[in-house]
Every structure is written in C-alpha cells, then in structure tokens.
C-alpha cells in the first residue's frame, strides 16, 4: 500500500523559513509523481508543487521563486523549502502520489498524507 507522510511544519514569523518533507512508501519511488498541495481553512486544497517521474518540475505562480524542491530517490523523499513566507501561506500542507506525470489537480493523485500545518503570522 503506497503511503506518504508529512513533517516539518510549524509557526513561522512573516519572511521566515520552513523545511517541509515527505516520505514515500510502499511502491517504487522513481515510478510515481510526488505534489504538495495545501488548504488554508474554509478554502479548496491548492496545488503548490508537483515532481513528475519524468523529473518535470511545477509551481504555482503564487509560490514561484520563493519555494524550492528537492527530490531524493535514495530516500524516498520529497522535500520542499519554502522561504519569504506570507500569511497567505497558511494551511494544511499535503503531500501525494500518482502514477501521472503531472497534474495540478488533486484528482490526478491516488494516495495523500495526513498533513502538516504551517501558520505564517504577520
């Protein structure tokens, strides 16, 4: 069964830095795309990251040039650096899996993590 899992979030002061990191199981790592989306309260999740298997990579315009990837196939590992955080940056962050190249909508995405909140104070 292939599972992801969050960690890295937390409180962070408008400008700061967080590490977010996902960790993949169950499944052949190379043969999956791995995305973070997020959901801020009363919102719809929102596509942030995607890292197709082919090693495309896309960000949303409104993250471009502040969040950062790194995908490790020794690991199993997805990471994503995000700096110059904004409030707006709040939400649930969640890490998925699925078997297409890219997709900027939950639906293109089979398995999801828990979660791990990110709150960015003003």
């Known amino acids: 069964q292939v599972r992801t899992v969050e960690s890295g979030g937390g409180l962070v002061q408008a400008g700061g830095s967080l590490k977010l990191s996902c960790v993949f199981s169950?499944?052949?790592?190379?043969?999956?795309?791995l995305a973070w989306f997020r959901q801020a309260p009363g919102q719809e999740r929102e596509f942030v990251f995607s890292?197709?298997?082919?090693?495309?990579?896309y960000f949303s315009d409104s993250v471009e040039g502040r969040f950062t990837t790194f995908r490790d196939n020794a690991k199993n590992t997805v990471y994503l650096q995000m700096n110059a955080l904004k409030p707006e940056d709040t939400g649930v962050y969640y890490c998925?899996?699925?078997?297409?190249?890219?997709?900027?909508?939950?639906?293109?995405?089979?398995?999801w993590g828990p979660g791990t909140q990110v709150t960015v104070s003003a």
């Open positions: 998925a899996a699925g078997r297409i190249d890219h997709s900027r909508s939950p639906l293109g995405y089979d398995y």
């Open positions: 169950g499944g052949t790592f190379s043969r999956y795309s």
């Open positions: 890292s197709g298997y082919s090693g495309a990579k």
